[in-house]
T-cell receptor, first 116, second 113 residues
Framework: EAGVAQSPRYKIIEKRQSVAFWCNPISGHATLYWYQQILGQGPKLLIQFQNNGVVDDSQLPKDRFSAERLKGVDSTLKIQPAKLEDSAVYLC??????????????FGSGTQLSVL | GNSVTQMEGPVTLSEEAFLTINCTYTATGYPSLFWYVQYPGEGLQLLLKATKADDKGSNKGFEATYRKETTSFHLEKGSVQVSDSAVYFCALSGNFGNEKLTFGTGTRLTIIP
């Protein structure tokens, strides 16, 4: 079974530039999550999708971050414009229909973003 | 809101030593508790979990017991190996099977031969 795919693996940009990350969840997984992991901290949930609808985006900085999940499969997370404090690893995770398997999240390898 | 407090790292041990990584939590209701592991260059992987009080999760020689009275979920292993070197995260999920995870800050473990 293929895992959660993310790209790119690394990205270096200057502040005020834009950047986008892509995630392809495990086939059949209805729920998709984006987490931000700042160095030395635990991952923090940015947004949760159930199919192509947003379930929770309470911690997403909506003035600069946006995310979409077209057709309930792939997802894209965008930052525009980027700030220095956005330097982090962005993790995508997916799971079966939300609520059935506590903690049954499968994570991708992440995209490491450096904002200079 | 929910929160997780983990033992500060980094932790360095010799091979075959006994490992404990402390984890305590604050949550309302009946959360499920987890340990995730992140090996170098890889994504987070579920190591073990416990979904109710007094449950013991175990995997790959690691164990953790859900202690509601002390709000703790300490990770233990009797004899660590070099291959256990990784970052370990304690986490909890919400009530009623809500899978959204709240993570601790992580503990980096290095095992020396």
């Amino acid at each position: 079974e293929a895992g959660v795919a993310q790209s790119p693996r690394y990205k270096i940009i200057e502040k005020r530039q834009s950047v986008a990350f892509w995630c392809n969840p495990i086939s059949g997984h209805a729920t998709l999550y984006w987490y931000q992991q700042i160095l030395g901290q635990g991952p923090k949930l940015l947004i949760q999708f159930q199919n192509n609808g947003v379930v929770d985006d309470s911690q997403l900085p909506k003035d600069r971050f946006s995310a979409e999940r077209l057709k309930g499969v792939d997802s894209t997370l965008k930052i525009q414009p980027a700030k220095l404090e956005d330097s982090a690893v962005y993790l995508c995770a997916s799971s079966w229909e939300g609520g059935r398997i506590p903690g049954g999240l499968f994570f991708g390898s992440g995209t490491q973003l450096s904002v200079l | 809101g929910n929160s997780v407090t983990q033992m500060e790292g980094p932790v360095t041990l010799s091979e075959e030593a006994f490992l404990t990584i402390n984890c305590t939590y604050t949550a309302t209701g009946y959360p499920s508790l987890f340990w995730y592991v992140q090996y170098p260059g890889e994504g987070l992987q579920l190591l073990l979990k416990a979904t109710k009080a007094d449950d013991k999760g175990s995997n790959k020689g690691f164990e953790a017991t859900y202690r509601k009275e002390t709000t703790s979920f300490h990770l233990e292993k009797g004899s660590v190996q070099v291959s256990d070197s990784a970052v370990y995260f304690c986490a909890l999920s919400g009530n009623f099977g809500n899978e959204k995870l709240t993570f601790g800050t992580g503990t980096r473990l290095t095992i020396i031969p």
